[in-house]
């Protein structure tokens, strides 16, 4: 088991908060920022309820490339 899965809410809920913080005050490199981009498309899938068709899942899939392209440079 993961030991992130381990670690109680409270640690958990201080790590976001302090990420938003840091997002906000524009103190993310450009590497942890797209880290926070790949977590919150996966996070947005994973919530999303809605249909899973063809086009949703090329709606997905472009806005994944079109965020990768944008900052993995």
Same mark, same amino acid.
């Given at each position: 088991?993961? @030991?992130?899965?381990?670690?109680?809410?409270?640690?958990?809920?201080?790590?976001?908060?302090?990420?938003?913080?840091?997002?906000?005050? /524009? /103190?993310?490199?450009?590497?942890?920022?797209? #880290? #926070?981009?790949? =977590? +919150?498309?996966? +996070?947005?899938?994973?919530?999303?309820?809605?249909? /899973?068709?063809?086009?949703?899942?090329? /709606?997905?899939? =472009?806005?994944?490339? +079109? #965020?990768? @392209?944008?900052?993995?440079?």
């Amino acid at each position: 088991m993961c @030991s992130l899965l381990k670690m109680d809410e409270t640690t958990i809920l201080a790590f976001l908060k302090k990420v938003t913080t840091d997002y906000e005050e /524009k /103190k993310l490199s450009e590497e942890e920022k797209r #880290i #926070i981009s790949e =977590f +919150f498309m996966e +996070f947005s899938f994973l919530q999303d309820k809605s249909d /899973k068709s063809e086009k949703n899942m090329m /709606k997905y899939l =472009f806005l994944g490339w +079109f #965020i990768h @392209s944008n900052f993995a440079k």
